[in-house]
């Protein structure tokens, strides 16, 4: 199944437009978000900011990912600031997943298990209140580092930012290609599932940083490609984003069963979540039938070239 291709192709024919100063400036941007988005998450941790912090750090890893140069990846304000935006982000996805297991013990159970549910809540509570407390000391942390300037600092030309650019989008389309037809073949793999859609949301992150070509008349097939490869991505890790949510609540309750009597109300939740899931699995697979095919007239394979 050749799923990037059209990626693949779409970045080369860009590269005419491809300018080092305008990938710079976004990058720069991107960090400025995290800044922006911390404030906002400091004075209140709550789900929305939580959200919002978690991407703008996803847009960050993006930037750095693909910076040019490795000494400029190594210096020291830059590298210490992705560290501690990357643990903040690790921290806050795993307050998320308690929010997600609690929502869906919530929304699942029915009269007889309310007491199990009502002590397993009791349980997610505890431990996403310690997991906040952690996330909060470290987003004062973070707050006290200095925020990268990227543009006043560096100049790369622009050949030298297409090829780390190019390296860094093969990477992922690699794993992409590679993970996709294993997933789609078979829902019991869930550690290549949970790649697939980290792989999905970094090459879109990535593709952002492609010059934007908004006004109508100045559009290329390339633009297009490339607008329409993002929506694609995006569909794709949302319905994957799911599917993970439900298998992360499945494995929590898997291991917190505990007495014979507990274990069969658990069971009785485990089952109506796993139904769930299998449904949102059919929806992925007949997604991928349908828009993401190896017939020469569907969407990812107009093209036929290979970053190299």
Do not use: W
Request: net charge positive; charged share 35%.
């Amino acid at each position: 199944m050749r799923y990037i291709e059209m990626a693949r192709t779409a970045v080369y024919d860009l590269h005419d437009s491809f300018d080092s100063n305008t990938y710079l400036d976004k990058s720069e941007r991107n960090i400025q978000r995290v800044s922006n988005k911390l404030d906002d998450y400091i004075k209140e941790p709550n789900e929305e900011n939580i959200h919002d912090i978690r991407k703008a750090v996803r847009r960050l890893e993006a930037s750095y990912r693909s910076l040019p140069s490795k000494k400029v990846r190594k210096k020291r304000v830059i590298r210490e600031y992705v560290k501690y935006s990357k643990e903040l982000f690790r921290i806050n996805s795993q307050i998320r997943d308690f929010d997600i297991i609690s929502e869906k013990l919530s929304s699942d159970a029915k009269p007889p298990q309310q007491d199990v549910i009502k002590s397993i809540e009791g349980s997610l509570f505890k431990q996403r209140k310690t997991k906040l407390n952690e996330a909060i000391s470290f987003a004062l942390e973070l707050r006290k580092l200095c925020v990268p300037k990227l543009t006043k600092k560096i100049k790369i030309s622009n050949k030298r930012s297409k090829k780390r650019f190019s390296r860094v989008i093969g990477r992922f389309a690699t794993r992409i290609e590679h993970n996709l037809p294993i997933v789609a073949n078979d829902n019991a793999k869930i550690t290549e599932l949970h790649e697939l859609r980290k792989d999905c949301k970094k090459l879109r992150y990535l593709l952002e940083l492609l010059p934007d070509n908004s006004h109508q008349d100045q559009r290329s097939e390339k633009d297009d490609y490339v607008s329409e490869l993002m929506e694609k991505l995006e569909n794709v890790q949302d319905i994957l984003g799911i599917i993970h949510d439900h298998d992360t609540t499945i494995a929590y309750l898997k291991r917190h069963k505990g007495t014979r009597t507990r274990s069969t109300q658990i069971h009785s939740v485990l089952k109506k979540i796993s139904l769930e899931r299998q449904n949102k699995y059919k929806e992925f697979v007949k997604f991928v039938n349908k828009d993401i095919s190896v017939d020469s007239n569907k969407f990812f394979i107009r093209t036929t070239n290979v970053i190299a």
